[in-house]
């Protein structure tokens, strides 16, 4: 099990992108914290670091990752989205250049590109989750209901084995194709908040937590989350979690 926690708060490229008084790292250090202490994942933190880190650790996991192993990527922070020349969304590194400095978005994270990568990981089970504006641009096939389960009755050892056989390619971000708001400072985001209440309840009796349950949590914020998958997931697809 590991955790890719990408958390931006600090950017150069003022005045378009403002710092957030370190809410996005607040709350990949919360998060992060939970998925390592309940859920025995490994974490990997990137805190404030440049678009060729985020590329670096995507290579780094490409490297290391085994068919059977679960990767969860969180990214909070600034986003964006270009209708002008890309169609296509943006997560803003503490080193992207405003706009004006680099049309051409070489310091930003492309979504398109960004998916293509996580799609090619050896692990089947990959779930990205952005709490950043634009988030829901991800991917272009995004899925708003939540019945993805036809293994509900079976119990979690059964239903977790017959899960884990499929490809899973989700992403569950804090908006779609608009802003989101930060929150306040000293506290968490309102998206990190919520994903965090649905860890702390380590899957109720059946320790088990899936990503239909994070969007359960998350679904009636004001930002409109959407969950959606992505590259080649196969139907019916979820990505699990259990909780020590």
């Not at 990981?121 to 389960?149: H, T």
Request: glycine letters at 8%; a neutral charge; one cysteine or more.
């Amino acid at each position: 099990k590991y955790a890719l926690m990408v958390g931006t708060s600090t950017y150069t490229g003022k005045p378009q992108w403002t710092d957030l008084d370190g809410i996005p790292v607040m709350d990949v250090n919360a998060i992060g914290t939970e998925l390592k202490n309940n859920f025995g994942f490994e974490i990997k933190n990137l805190v404030d670091k440049p678009a060729d880190s985020i590329y670096a650790a995507i290579l780094h996991f490409s490297e290391i990752l085994q068919p059977n192993d679960q990767l969860i990527i969180y990214v909070a922070g600034h986003g964006d989205y270009d209708e002008l020349l890309f169609d296509d969304g943006f997560i803003v590194c503490t080193n992207s250049k405003p706009i004006k400095e680099d049309p051409y978005r070489n310091t930003y994270i492309q979504y398109s590109k960004l998916s293509r990568m996580i799609n090619k990981l050896p692990s089947r089970q990959v779930m990205m989750v952005l709490d950043v504006c634009f988030g829901g641009s991800f991917a272009e096939k995004v899925v708003r209901c939540i019945n993805r389960s036809d293994y509900k009755d079976l119990s979690s050892a059964a239903y977790l084995s017959e899960k884990l056989k499929l490809k899973t390619r989700l992403f569950l971000s804090s908006g779609g194709k608009r802003e989101v708001p930060n929150g306040y400072k000293g506290r968490l985001s309102p998206f990190a908040q919520r994903f965090l209440q649905c860890l702390q309840t380590k899957g109720g009796e059946g320790k088990l937590l899936s990503s239909a349950n994070f969007y359960e949590f998350v679904k009636k914020l004001p930002s409109g989350p959407v969950i959606g998958s992505f590259g080649d997931d196969e139907c019916g697809s979820e990505f699990l979690i259990l909780s020590n």
